[in-house]
């Protein structure tokens, strides 16, 4: 950067170099970043999370150009500077990036077009995208007048800065320059100040460095076809052990994988493992896996296995203590979880159940099972007393015989308290009118009964006080 | 004379710290504490006729009765109170009829922490469960008839190693030679306020088959 005021020009494309040493010194003077940027400005109406979500895809198919990737507002920019060599220059990487880039916009059903521009720093090519684009600007000294001529909207001032800028006469970029900084930054803060020291190189700009989203993607083909759950089970093993590095490199966790199991010349047979708690130890996967499989039955001898994950969790290492802790008290929840995934496994779903008490006057409402996946409500109930409840209940209650109004069971049932009369649920059309008793047979099994208090007046059988 | 007095102290000590360190040595009549401290059943009169004054900290134990509703299952209720309110898990295995919750709360048990596997499920996959079960809930209930000694074994053995209790409740007498307690219910000659009578069949650390009735509080619905 000996003299860069005398190397001033409006160069849109690099001079072809002529010798060995001009190349070696262009590149001495070249070091730094050349920036390409797209700026997209059909995305502006879409929804933030929505806007967001497409950016990282375009990001994605970018990837195949650059390593850097830096998703913006309305724009992505991307390092092409490495690149440039290989691809051939930035039209090359431009043609390869628009097509692919279009293609998405279409399926989205955007518009199709937006700009494009290079330059050596990320605000710089954002602000020529945003005028128009078209542009490359390879070395930072040119920088200066390449942005002169864009007109202050490119800035994205708000409605106050627009309407200072065109009170002051000022037009282009190179009207702002022309002015003392210090009152541009008391007219328009310093934020706006430095947007444009850093598209001019002058201030530090951050890369906002885009990640690819985790994926997970192994395939094992074993030695020779096989059903043997034996064969099988190392084979998975290997691939649960490379995920556990995977996750481990990662410091991620996962909660579901998907396993194919592949056959010569037929579908696949796929198997999902859901966990209630994200893990990533290879032999607790392992041993959910074999409960899946030990229920499967394959159609066909197994030629290859293949592991995907795409969701994935942070890790949290309190999971493994848990474990590990002799069952105290209230510390084996880690424990239940695992055995709960083993059981819903093996029994299949909606088999393990929880129940809880309902308000309701009607005694076969007042106790409701639920599929304990699902969860029910939380927080102990409170014990309220109150007349004696069965501990078993009949699903639907059973007709007694009656002789001389004592109801028979297995023989005679004396009654030993009650009626304890339970009125109800006429509202919903099912309505209850029953005095209940606590019966005792002579052998001394003891039922929860009761006689209807319209109809037949016949006797049921209800429940056991087990 | 002071020789022999430290001598026999000596002995004393070699005894006491065997019958403290080896729980498994025979000990004849002798039914007090044996080194493991077993878990109250909540009745005293049941407590004071058991080994280890509770329920054995693990293993198998089976409960006869030949017809439901004799207070079986109220047996169990003090036991669920005390687990639940630890936040300790209770998982029931193919129950012969719905576990009815206001009946489970007004015991004052934490129905938040009881899981129930659905009748349907296979005997097989009945057995699989507690065996996987016994290792991290402490306490498996489970309602089945008939099974082979090799079967209540291995239940046995799943629960010793998991340090869990499995509670077999069953309509007749197995005979099992491998289960650490089980207990016949009974209410024969009973008046009409008083409990069932609990008679030992079989305990670990025990030879004397005694019962005992229990009172009015060992009955549901009083």
């Given at each position: ?282 032999e ?34 309190r999971?493994l203590q848990l474990l590990r802790n002799e069952k105290g008290a209230g510390a084996d929840d880690a424990g239940v979880?695992h055995l ?127 | 004379m002071s020789v022999t007095g430290s001598r026999a102290g000596c002995k004393q000590e070699i005894i006491e710290a065997l019958l403290r360190d080896v729980p498994d040595l025979w000990r004849g009549h002798y039914t007090a504490a044996q080194g493991e401290q077993g878990v109250s059943t909540g009745f005293p009169g049941l407590d004071g006729i058991l080994p280890n004054s509770g329920w054995p900290s693990r293993g198998l134990v089976e409960i006869v009765c ?6 079986e299952?109220q047996l169990l209720v003090p036991l669920m109170r005390a687990l639940t309110s630890q936040g300790q898990w209770v998982l029931?295995v ?14 004052g048990v934490d129905?938040?922490k ?13 057995l699989?469960?507690m065996e996987k079960a016994l290792r991290s809930c402490r306490l498996v209930l489970a309602?089945?008839?008939?099974l082979s000694h090799q079967v209540l074994r291995r239940l046995q053995l799943a629960a010793n190693t998991g340090n869990s209790l499995a509670v077999l409740f069953q309509?007749?007498n197995s005979g099992c030679p491998y289960s650490a307690l089980r207990l016949q219910l ?9 409990g069932p009578r609990v008679s030992i069949l079989r305990a670990r650390g025990n030879v004397r088959c005694s019962g005992v009735r229990l009172g009015?509080e060992a009955?549901?619905?009083?």
């Open positions: 950067m000996a003299s860069p005021q005398a190397r001033l020009s409006t160069t849109a494309a690099p001079r072809p170099a002529r010798t060995r040493q001009d190349r070696t010194r262009r590149a001495g003077k070249q070091r730094g970043n050349l920036w390409y940027a797209l700026h997209l400005p059909q995305l502006q109406a879409l929804p933030e999370s929505r806007r967001r979500r497409y950016l990282l895809v375009l990001a994605g198919l970018m990837e195949t150009c650059s390593s850097d990737i830096s998703p913006h507002e309305t724009a992505l920019v991307c390092e092409v500077r490495s690149a440039l060599r290989y691809f051939g220059g930035i039209e090359a990487i431009h043609e390869r990036l628009s097509g692919a880039i279009k293609r998405q916009l279409r399926e989205w059903e955007l518009p199709e077009d937006f700009s494009h521009a290079a330059a050596p720093t990320i605000s710089g090519s954002l602000l020529l995208a945003r005028a128009g684009g078209g542009k490359a600007v390879y070395r930072r000294a040119n920088l200066h007048t390449a942005l002169q001529g864009l007109p202050v909207a490119v800035l994205q001032p708000d409605q106050e800065q627009g309407r200072r800028l065109h009170n002051m006469g000022i037009r282009y970029l190179g009207d702002l320059w022309r002015l003392p900084v210090g009152g541009l930054v008391t007219r328009f803060g310093s934020a706006f100040v430095d947007q444009l020291d850093r598209a001019l190189g002058k201030a530090p700009e951050a890369a906002r460095k885009y990640v690819a989203p985790p994926s997970f993607r192994s395939v094992l083909e074993l030695p020779g076809e096989s059903l043997d759950l034996d064969r099988l089970l190392p084979a998975a093993g290997k691939l649960l052990k490379r995920l556990r590095d995977f996750l481990v490199q990662r410091d991620l966790a996962t909660g579901r994988l998907e396993f194919s199991l592949l056959h010569e010349r037929r579908e696949a047979t796929e198997l999902r493992l859901e966990l209630r708690r994200p893990g990533r130890s290879p607790h996967f392992l041993m959910l896996l074999q409960t899946h499989l030990g229920e499967l039955e394959l159609p066909a001898p197994v030629v290859a296995i293949r592991l995907a994950v795409s969701r994935f969790d942070a890790w949290l290492d999971d979880d709960l995934e083993q059981l819903q496994a093996r029994l299949g779903e909606r088999q393990i159940r929880g129940i809880e008490a309902v308000a309701d006057h009607r005694p076969e409402y007042a106790s409701r099972d639920f599929d304990q996946a699902e969860g029910g409500k939380a927080g102990p109930d409170t014990p309220v007393a109150g007349p004696p409840r069965p501990l078993w209940l009949l699903k639907e209650p059973r007709r007694l015989a009656c002789r001389d109004g004592q109801p028979l069971y297995h023989g005679p049932v004396a009654l030993l308290s009650g009626p304890e009369r339970i009125e109800s649920g006429w509202w919903s059309g099912d309505d209850v009118r029953r005095d209940y008793y606590v019966g005792e047979e002579e052998n001394g099994c003891r039922l929860w009964v009761y006689r209807e208090r319209d109809g037949g007046r016949h006797w049921y059988l209800h429940g056991y006080f087990a | 030949p017809r439901r509703g004799m207070g299952l029931w193919c129950p012969p009829a719905a576990p009815y919750a206001p009946a489970l709360v007004q015991a129905i938040g009881l899981l129930v596997i659905a009748p349907g499920a296979s005997l097989r996959n009945a699989w469960s309602w089945q008839n008939g309509r007749g009974s209410r024969a000659g009973s008046a009409g306020d008083e009015p009955l549901a619905g009083e």
